[in-house]
């Protein structure tokens, strides 16, 4: 882990993540916690590790490739642990969102293979989760090269600030997260023109961070021979509340806290906390 990186190097960066809803951070991981993730990454595969409700493949019947994904992987998996607990994943997120405390809301493995057809739908997070509040957002390891024509993620700048929450875009398209009250997503394609979209070619140890509420989504890999992989991981800080309304999708398991509670619990612990 590198240290010494708090706050001088987050001070852009914060600015940036505050103003456009992500950020791109370079080089913040060494090679040998790249290289854990990635055997750690390789035992995930293996159907006998993997959970029956938190893991999916992604690609439709008929189509070519792989596109994995595996969630809360860090509470029973030790390897998985120790990455999240000891390196600075958790320093980053509070630093960028200006909070006192952030907790981890859960990791996740998102894996396209070569020539993987499967795109990643237009979506933002938020409306997926079961949680109420601001400080929300999501970092992004890559543990490979990656380009957009291996399926680097894009994202809207400015798109958490534009006041909406949309229906969230089931992965698999079966409409399981349908929530009432938001409106459809638009299309977004035919809008490119009008948007400020922007990705980033990435090299292992590389990391993007964006906001809860910003739109992003990735192409196929349509490279035949690189490998997409990224280890996900997601931070919740000051004021977020647990709300587990319809429409969300699942926990690991109970929290044990009630509809309106801070996270702090078990299954979201406080990782890290702002040095007074």
């Not at 590389?206 to 021979?225: M, R």
């Not at 931070?235 to 926990?251: A, H, I, K, S």
């Amino acid at each position: 882990m590198k240290v010494g990186l708090y706050p001088d190097v987050f001070e852009d960066a914060a600015r940036t993540f505050e103003a456009d809803g992500v950020v791109c951070l370079r080089g913040i991981f060494d090679t040998s916690w790249i290289e854990r993730l990635r055997d750690l990454a390789e035992e995930m595969l293996s159907a006998s590790v993997r959970h029956p409700e938190q893991s999916q493949e992604l690609a439709k019947e008929g189509n070519e490739g792989r596109f994995f994904n595996e969630m809360f992987i860090w509470p029973r998996h030790e390897g998985f642990r120790e990455v999240l607990f000891q390196t600075p994943l958790a320093a980053i997120a509070g630093t960028l969102m200006a909070c006192k405390k952030v907790n981890v809301l859960f990791d996740q493995l998102l894996i396209k293979e070569p020539a993987t057809v499967e795109t990643t739908p237009w979506h933002h997070d938020l409306p997926f989760w079961p949680f109420r509040g601001t400080s929300l957002c999501t970092l992004w390891l890559a543990l490979d090269e990656v380009t957009i024509n291996s399926g680097s993620v894009e994202y809207i700048k400015g798109s958490h600030r534009w006041g909406k929450e949309f229906q969230p875009t089931s992965f698999v398209g079966d409409g399981r997260y349908q929530q009432e009250k938001l409106e459809a997503i638009p299309d977004l394609d035919v809008m490119r023109d009008q948007l400020d979209i922007v990705h980033f070619d990435l090299e292992p140890g590389d990391c993007t961070v964006h906001h809860g509420l910003t739109l992003h989504s990735a192409p196929g890999n349509t490279d035949t021979e690189r490998r997409r992989r990224a280890y996900v991981t997601r931070w919740g800080g000051d004021g977020v509340t647990y709300d587990p309304r319809e429409g969300t999708q699942p926990m690991l398991h109970d929290p044990g806290i009630k509809s309106g509670d801070e996270l702090d619990c078990a299954l979201w612990p406080v990782l890290w906390r702002r040095e007074v």
